[in-house]
């Protein structure tokens, strides 16, 4: 493949364009299409005639924008939070919320954590999330420890696998159990368009934090923490987030004003979802309602290639590992992208 891939000069849509040749493209993480998205764009470009380019002040500077707080009201009233905090990464929103409470008690780390929860080196964990709720459950009922802290992605999207976590409930009750779920490939998309937080099952004793970044499926530079107001509040009394610079106004002013936009690009999505979905045969692997579809063949990538179309394809979880090969899906995908993409994949 040209080096030309790796300096594309042009936004990512449904088509890129490289080498005077264009490629329908089914990769990155852009579900709702957000980045292209017309509408959208219009009420970021409005949010910087409003609010300018960019704001450097840390959230407690004595002088504030208010855009902020109400973007945080509009996150945890969106998503069935108490409260909710933003940072300028999802990243950031991780690392703060990590390291803030994991002195609640046992750290316990799900299998495939993406890296921005570790504390410090990567945690050791079960191979399977299957395997490693059995085996938590059991060792914090058998354990004389009282406080734990559980800390997982609410899905695998390489495999892809949707986490369930209703294993909670067999945690002995007078336990006490923080959850902290990393949603950032699931929000706006997985529970209806909504996020993990309100999935999560209810139950004594155990508080649920969930951290996410806004920049996949939401389509803003961003992070976002949801929990209740005591946990919030908390971590706003953290160094991390006294001194970090927030996100850009203008970002937020879109996530808010563009609750009519995301549904119908959910409803879309959905569609394409179905459509490709109905065609595939059983070597495909993918998770309903999520819009990425693994195989384990080392050569579809080239396969369609040469029917000029791209694909996600990385070798992992080493760079000599052999590549994880995915469509992926998004808003921004017309019918007649995914029909050209069936014909190839039955070609």
Do not use: C
């Amino acid at each position: 493949m040209s080096t030309a891939f790796k300096a594309v000069n042009q936004p990512f849509g449904n088509k890129i364009a490289v080498d005077g040749k264009s490629y329908l493209y089914f990769g990155g993480t852009a579900y709702l299409g957000m980045p292209t998205n017309p509408d959208f764009i219009k009420l970021y470009v409005e949010g910087i005639g409003k609010f300018g380019l960019n704001n450097g002040t840390s959230r407690t500077n004595n002088i504030q924008l208010g855009i902020y707080d109400e973007a945080e009201k509009a996150s945890a009233a969106r998503y069935g939070a108490a409260a909710a905090l933003i940072t300028s990464s999802g990243y950031l929103a991780a690392q703060l919320t990590v390291k803030a409470l994991a002195n609640a008690g046992q750290v316990a780390y799900a299998p495939a954590a993406h890296p921005s929860l570790w504390l410090n080196t990567q945690p050791l964990s079960s191979d399977s999330f299957t395997t490693w709720k059995t085996d938590t459950v059991e060792r914090i009922n058998a354990s004389a420890e009282q406080n734990w802290v559980l800390i997982s992605n609410s899905m695998n999207n390489l495999v892809p696998e949707i986490y369930d976590f209703t294993f909670l409930k067999d945690i002995n009750t007078s336990k006490k159990i923080v959850v902290i779920v990393d949603d950032s490939h699931g929000i706006g998309v997985n529970n209806g368009g909504l996020s993990a937080y309100s999935g999560l099952p209810e139950r004594p004793n155990t508080e649920y934090v969930v951290v996410a970044s806004m920049a996949k499926a939401l389509g803003v530079d961003a992070g976002i923490v949801l929990g209740s107001q005591q946990i919030i509040d908390q971590l706003k009394k953290s160094p991390v987030f006294v001194g970090a610079s927030p996100p850009a106004a203008a970002g937020l002013y879109a996530f808010i004003k563009a609750g009519e936009i995301y549904q119908s690009a959910w409803h879309k999505l959905q569609e394409n979802i179905d459509l490709l979905a109905g065609s595939l045969s059983s070597t495909w692997k993918y998770e309903p309602g999520f819009p990425a579809f693994l195989i384990d063949d080392q050569h579809i990538e080239r396969h369609f290639f040469k029917n000029q179309i791209l694909i996600s394809s990385f070798p992992y979880p080493s760079p000599g590992s052999a590549p994880i090969n995915r469509i992926v899906l998004s808003s921004w995908h017309e019918k007649a992208d995914i029909e050209k993409l069936i014909n190839s994949i039955n070609a």
